[in-house]
């Protein structure tokens, strides 16, 4: 397939997807380096999503960029705020592990809930993009969960299941829901919008931080605001990777239709899990290596 030959929207989503996977990983590892809890995920959450606030301002303020008002910059608000909730809500069900199966079950629901709001508002786009859309969420499936567990857990084990599944489903609707605000934020062009997102972030994860410290003992580490360098360089990375990604994902649905740019930019596990094999040298699963395959094939029907 002729990449030249494709239109816009299509290869500016994958891109996004290719630079949001990036930037989980990156996240993965901020999140590690400093601690690996959740204070510490929302710890590099923040020192990212501020790095990108301060050099989107600059972006805006050197370009003369208008700053919106009315709709756009409630969306842009509105996108930051889901954002913000479910990159908390994610980062709590990876926390309690079954991560296989919680990035899965959120990637699905970030695709899906796009694609339902863009067919009603725009119409079906296609027999073939339909099907591409189903082949696609069965390659996100294959690629995100991991393998199952054995059906042993107590009772307790079970409920704790429950609860983490349910947070998967909160963020995943949150994330498809941030997808529909960047859309029509972006109406009034790519920075300010992103730029009011992130507004929405950072106000919404640090009440979520400190709500969360609340009761901490004054001395405990975890409460701690600096970060190691390691994970400061992993925060900057994340801040390149995930900003850019956003910015091609509403170039992305300016430039075609929602569904098919939140369809296929939701495939960012797969860059996720290549960057881990490449530097981590976590082969993929079979499983994994076929919903890549999968995946290949939706793409090529979502784009023709």
Not at 173 to 195: D, R
Not at 261 to 284: F, R
């Amino acid at each position: 397939m002729n990449l030249s030959n494709l239109p816009a929207g299509p290869l500016l989503a994958l891109a996004a997807a290719v630079l949001w996977g990036g930037g989980d990983f990156s996240g993965g590892m901020g999140a590690k380096h400093a601690g690996g809890t959740m204070r510490a995920a929302l710890r590099v959450v923040l020192l990212s999503h501020t790095t990108s606030f301060v050099v989107l301002l600059l972006i805006a303020h050197f370009r003369g960029d208008v700053f919106p008002h009315g709709a756009p910059l409630a969306w842009g608000l509105a996108a930051g705020v889901a954002g913000g909730l479910s990159l908390t809500a994610f980062y709590v069900a990876l926390s309690r592990g079954a991560m296989g199966a919680s990035a899965a079950i959120s990637g699905l629901l970030a695709a899906a809930i796009p694609a339902v709001v863009s067919i009603s508002q725009e119409g079906s786009p296609g027999l073939l993009h339909l099907v591409g859309f189903a082949v696609a969420g069965f390659a996100i499936w294959r690629i995100a969960a991991g393998p199952n567990p054995e059906n042993t857990e107590s009772v307790d084990e079970a409920a704790a299941k429950s609860g983490t599944m349910t947070l998967a489903v909160l963020s995943g609707i949150g994330f498809g829901l941030y997808f529909v605000c960047l859309k029509y934020a972006g109406t009034s062009g790519l920075i300010w919008p992103m730029a009011t997102a992130r507004m929405g972030s950072l106000t919404t994860c640090t009440l979520v931080l400190l709500a969360v410290s609340l009761g901490k003992p004054a001395g405990d580490p975890d409460l701690r605001l600096r970060l190691p360098k390691a994970a400061v360089l992993w925060c900057l990375s994340t801040a390149l990777l995930d900003t850019s990604g956003n910015l091609l994902f509403i170039a992305a649905t300016r430039a075609g239709r929602l569904d098919v740019a939140a369809v296929l930019a939701s495939l960012y596990p797969a860059s996720t899990i290549l960057l881990a094999a490449w530097t981590l040298h976590e082969k993929p699963t079979p499983r994994q290596a076929l919903g890549m395959v999968i995946a290949a094939g939706a793409v090529v029907m979502i784009t023709l």
